[in-house]
């Protein structure tokens, strides 16, 4: 059983929708990450915090908005999105001592998003 | 910049047989090296790890990786191979807070 948890497993919006993703741990991680996944490839890094801040942001288009209410929660604000957003959405978190990190990330089940 | 390289697009190995899944690396200075598995329509889970010491490295489910530093290797392996490890297999490479996955491998093992 994981041990972060991501709330919804299943999601479909319109383009003009606005929604969000949760993703919640208990393990005492400092550092938690977005990352997107297509079918058959990848995960691919969206964005990191570490201590409640936002350390990576890797490009990604503003109609993705990231935010760490406390150092166990972790969400993502959907607006706009286009078809191609489609994608398996999945968080992780990681002890994450400050400025590093050479531990193992612990995953989600994630997030199914489909956009119409 | 910091790359794994997963030359194979699937592995078929026979139950009981042997499996080996490989992954070489590029980094500069030391290299943290992950592999992780995805089973369908699930997350990534931990299997082991590479940080400093033995070249051998033993994880999860009967799993071991060899590091390889001449060959800039870290392959998967496992004695004897069950229907229950077909999956998606993923080397990752750690440098800061980004970690940098391989195009991945799936494994079928045949019964």
């Known amino acids: 059983d994981t041990e972060v948890t991501q709330t919804p497993k299943h999601l479909v919006m319109g383009m003009t929708n606005k929604k969000s993703l949760k993703c919640e741990q208990h393990m005492g991680h400092r550092a938690m990450y977005w990352y997107k996944q297509k079918a058959k490839k990848p995960p691919e890094l969206m964005f990191v915090y570490s201590y409640e801040k936002l350390s990576i942001n890797e490009s990604v288009p503003s109609r993705f908005s990231p935010e760490c209410p406390n150092s166990s929660l972790l969400n993502l604000h959907l607006h706009a999105l286009q078809p191609e957003d489609s994608a398996l959405y999945l968080c992780?978190?990681?002890?994450?001592?400050?400025?590093?990190?050479?531990?193992?990330?612990?995953f989600g089940e994630g997030s199914r998003l489909t956009v119409l | 910049a910091q790359s794994v390289a997963q030359p194979e697009d699937q592995v078929n190995v026979a139950e009981g047989n042997p499996l080996t899944v490989k992954c070489t690396y590029s980094v500069s200075g030391n290299p943290y090296l992950f592999w992780y598995v995805q089973y369908p329509n699930r997350g990534l889970q931990f299997l082991l790890k590479y940080i400093t010491g033995d070249n051998l490295v033993k994880g999860s489910y009967g799993f071991e990786a060899e590091f390889n530093k001449s060959q800039t290797s870290f392959h998967l392996k496992k004695p004897s191979a069950l229907v229950s490890d077909s999956a998606l297999y993923f080397c990752?490479?750690?440098?800061?807070?980004?970690?940098?996955f391989g195009a991945g491998t799936r494994l079928f093992v045949k019964a």
């Open positions: 990752a490479v750690t440098g800061g807070f980004k970690t940098i």
């Open positions: 992780a978190s990681s002890l994450g001592r400050l400025g590093e990190n050479t531990g193992e990330l612990f």
